[in-house]
């Protein structure tokens, strides 16, 4: 798939997608929304920084081509040239992976504020998967952020969680520790999200979500075997062909460079009973 090019000075913006709970979608959404952004034509680059895991590789279908990590140019074991790696489907989309047998601790301040501020001479867009929860990896990814984008699933404990890391962005940043600092813009991604469970009460409503949070919605992820199956072929759900949840996180990204598009709650369609029945279904 070729892609051309933004021909204007880098944006430079650092947006970190993080979680206070594991298991919500975070690495997916990474892959997806920078995909989305370079499918746009802006230059992006996403960071893994779940030292010692690394997922975001495997789901963005790189693993094999990693030789230098983020943790080798924080160190000076390599050139941040090195360790980036380039898309096959997008030339304006980049992966820096992480180290799967480091720890966390070697997530310095300094050192990942002198790799952003060399990619945001080169890139549009900066997109930091951080791990889940409030731990040294989580603070290193948001430290700092320009904006948010706080990924939740419609249940209680998932949201509560949420709630916490509003909080983190808010006091323990470095736009927070910067006297006359904007702050950082925050925005929810609810994922997972399943009208009909919805309907009978077993997962919150958009309308509960956001009176908990109080920021923005980005936009709302329907629940989709197309994740599930993008993710296990190495390929952002927006490159795998259209699907509902594909279709959502290209309005979401959307609306993360500030165009207006309406919120669509999508999902999949579901066999009715003689479908399942007759054995009909798609």
């Known amino acids: 798939m070729t892609t051309e090019p933004k021909k204007t000075p880098p944006l430079g913006r650092v947006i970190v997608v993080t979680s206070g709970k594991g298991g919500v979608g975070k690495t997916t959404s990474s892959a997806a929304i920078s995909a989305g952004l370079a499918k746009a034509g802006f230059r992006t680059v996403v960071i893994d920084f779940d030292v010692g895991l690394r997922n975001l590789d495997m789901t963005m279908g790189c693993e094999r081509r990693v030789v230098f990590d983020f943790i080798n140019v924080i160190q000076g074991d390599a050139r941040l040239k090195q360790a980036l790696i380039k898309d096959k489907r997008l030339e304006t989309l980049f992966i820096l992976p992480t180290s799967q047998t480091r720890d966390k601790d070697a997530l310095t301040k300094d050192g990942v504020e002198k790799v952003l501020t060399e990619l945001k001479a080169e890139f549009d867009y900066i997109i930091c998967d951080s791990p889940a929860g409030i731990e040294h990896g989580a603070q290193m990814a948001m430290h700092f952020a320009d904006e948010a984008v706080v990924v939740t699933n419609p249940e209680v404990s998932s949201v509560r969680d949420s709630d916490r890391i509003l909080g983190l962005l808010s006091s323990q940043t470095h736009r927070a520790e910067s006297a006359g600092a904007e702050p950082i813009k925050a925005q929810v991604l609810i994922t997972r999200y399943d009208q009909a469970r919805v309907d009978i009460g077993e997962m919150m409503t ?73 054995g009909r279904a798609s």
Do not use: C, H, W
């Open 206 to 278: 958009v309308t509960d979500v956001l009176e908990i949070l109080a920021v923005p919605l980005l936009g709302v992820i329907p629940e989709s075997k197309a994740i599930l199956k993008a993710s296990n072929v190495g390929t952002p759900v927006v490159l795998d062909g259209p699907s509902a949840a594909a279709q959502a996180y290209e309005d979401a990204v959307s609306r993360l460079t500030g165009t207006q598009v309406e919120m669509r709650m999508q999902g999949e369609r579901r066999p009715g009973l003689f479908q399942r029945l007759f």
